[in-house]
């Protein structure tokens, strides 16, 4: 247990260390927006793949993954109780067609069996590019990174108090 104790903490501080900015929920949504394409009356849900991948985007927007480069913002015509804090969705469909303005994306409890009657309908559907987004998020996270000897100097002085 000694030795596993300086081992932990050593990854404990690089983790912390590797983490770049942290974007907003309105700024995650705006960046999604940026690279979503124009709406689309409705997308096929591929069942072959499995569960769909999901990313919530505040409590009225959600982008839906069917592989890493094709996905769909799903942008809700109210606000979605749960959505944020859900660790699954269901999404209405007719047969595997998700469509705007008719369909929804159901918040579902850990464990529930049975699907909540609560719909959150779906106003608009626009194509993702995987690609140029998760580009956008690299250059995002490398602009933070500032050499000392570039940074405009600090100001340090102090203005005196009345």
């Known amino acids: 247990m ?3 104790l300086p081992f932990l903490t050593a990854v ?4 912390g260390c ?4 942290t974007l907003t929920t309105p ?3 705006e960046l999604y927006r940026q690279h979503a394409g124009t709406p689309v009356l409705s997308f096929r849900l591929d069942r072959i793949t499995g569960t769909q991948n999901w990313t919530p985007l505040g409590d009225q927007a959600l982008a839906v993954w069917s592989s890493a480069n094709r996905g769909y913002l799903l942008e809700l015509r ?3 109780s749960g959505l944020l804090m859900t660790p699954r969705i269901s999404i209405t469909n007719s ?4 469509t ?3 369909d929804g994306v159901v918040p579902r409890s850990p464990g529930a069996a049975t699907v909540s009657r609560t719909s959150c309908r779906i106003n608009t559907i626009r194509p993702i590019d995987g690609r140029a987004l998760r580009e956008a998020k690299r250059e995002l996270r490398e602009a933070e990174i500032i050499d000392r000897s ?7 002085t102090e203005t005196p108090t009345p």
């Open 150 to 156: 570039e940074a405009p100097p600090a100001d340090d």
């Open 12 to 15: 404990a501080v690089l983790a």
């Open 18 to 21: 590797s983490t770049g900015p």
């Open 27 to 29: 700024q995650r949504l």
């Open 95 to 98: 047969l595997g067609q998700v």
């Open 2 to 4: 000694r030795r596993a």
């Open 78 to 80: 109210n606000r979605c």
């Open 100 to 102: 705007a303005r008719m």
